[in-house]
């Protein structure tokens, strides 16, 4: 399968605690985006990569949260101090901007529950 | 504010006819507009995309229109089918990196 994976899927852990995501983009794409899912909503932007480079930033997004590229491969989104307002699906997506329609494939999700 | 929205209720027809979605946006200026289809647990999938120069696009059984004046885009699907029961997301593309989704709008389609 070459798309976009994502792990864990699915991801319970205690308030307070640090939580670690995974995404692999498809290889050849350069661009890599990070989504917050919540039920009933559409998914909204969290971060964005071209390559290694961090090049946007939601403002919404807290200094509990931050994420890497290295390499410009695979990319991590990390949560530190998890709140019970951080239960959500967080979705990846990478995309190459050959594509005259700058879709982007996304991911299956990682889902986390905090308790 | 700026803001997107789209059909909060769900809509439901019957199969065979065409399914007539609601995009409509605020204090944005898009050069672009995006829409996807979600799947319970599942990732957005990409549909199609139309450019703010464009009045009207199509695949297969899909139509986008968009309309700048007002800014609204209609996404039609006709000769609908149970399997195209899902939630649909417009997306907006401002230009930069970024692309803005709304809400969502939930299609059953009963055969």
């Known amino acids: 399968d070459t798309g976009v994976s994502q792990n864990p899927r699915h991801k319970i852990t205690k308030r307070g605690q640090n939580v670690t995501f995974r995404c692999d983009p498809i290889s050849e794409h350069n661009r890599l985006y990070w989504y917050r899912q919540t039920l009933g909503q559409g998914p909204e932007f969290l971060t964005y990569?071209?390559?290694?480079?961090?090049?946007?930033k939601s403002r919404l997004l807290s200094d509990r949260f931050s994420a890497e590229r290295p390499k410009g491969s695979f990319s991590t989104l990390e949560i530190q101090r998890t709140e019970q307002g951080d239960s959500a699906m967080y979705l990846c997506a990478s995309s190459y901007p050959g594509t005259g329609d700058n879709e982007q494939f996304f991911g299956p999700g990682t889902r986390l529950t905090v308790l | 504010s700026q803001k997107i929205e789209q059909n909060s209720e769900a809509l439901n027809i019957q199969e065979g006819k065409t399914a007539t979605l609601t995009c409509n946006y605020t204090n944005y200026s898009p050069a672009y507009l995006q829409w996807y289809r979600q799947d319970p647990g599942r990732g957005p999938v990409f549909l199609l995309l139309?450019?703010?120069?464009?009045k009207e696009k199509r695949k297969e059984r899909l139509k986008v229109t968009f309309d700048t004046t007002l800014k609204q885009s209609l996404f039609h699907i006709t000769a609908s089918q149970p399997a195209d029961s899902a939630t649909y997301l417009c997306?907006?593309?401002?230009?930069?990196?970024?692309?803005?989704f709304g809400a969502g709008t939930r299609l059953f389609v009963k055969a």
């Open positions: 997306a907006l593309g401002t230009g930069g990196f970024k692309t803005i």
């Open positions: 139309i450019r703010e120069n464009e």
């Open positions: 990569f071209q390559n290694e480079a961090q090049l946007e």
